[in-house]
């Protein structure tokens, strides 16, 4: 069974950093794509960041320069270290990974962005 744990969220003054933890267990990790995504109220779902198996990475244009991802295939975990966090970033964070044509997602993490 495939499970994702997110860990890491909490509420961050503007400006400051929060790094994010997923946690897989249940499949070979290594070969796997891992996303970060992120679900702010009223909005849908949006992708922020993906790291291939061979350790490509990919960003959304609003975070580039501010947030990596991360990930560390012996312990089994992606992470998304989040820099000069906005406002505007206050959201559930969400993790995800794909097997063949399934889909996995951890249950989410709340980062709160305040003045």
């Known amino acids: 069974q495939v499970q994702l744990v997110e860990s890491g969220g909490g509420l961050v003054q503007a400006g400051g950093s929060l790094r994010l933890s997923c946690a897989v267990s249940?499949?070979?990790?290594?070969?796997?794509?891992m996303g970060w995504y992120r679900q702010a109220p009223g909005k849908q779902r949006e992708l922020v960041a993906t790291?291939?198996?061979?350790?490509?990475?990919n960003y959304v244009d609003s975070v580039k320069g501010r947030f990596t991802i991360s990930r560390d295939n012996a312990k089994k975990t992606a992470f998304l270290q989040m820099n000069s966090l906005k406002l505007e970033e206050t959201a559930v964070y969400y993790c995800?990974?794909?097997?063949?044509?399934?889909?996995?997602w951890g249950q989410g993490t709340q980062v709160t962005v305040s003045l």
């Open positions: 249940g499949t070979i990790f290594s070969s796997n794509f």
């Open positions: 995800k990974t794909q097997i063949g044509s399934w889909p996995y």
């Open positions: 790291i291939t198996g061979g350790g490509t990475t």
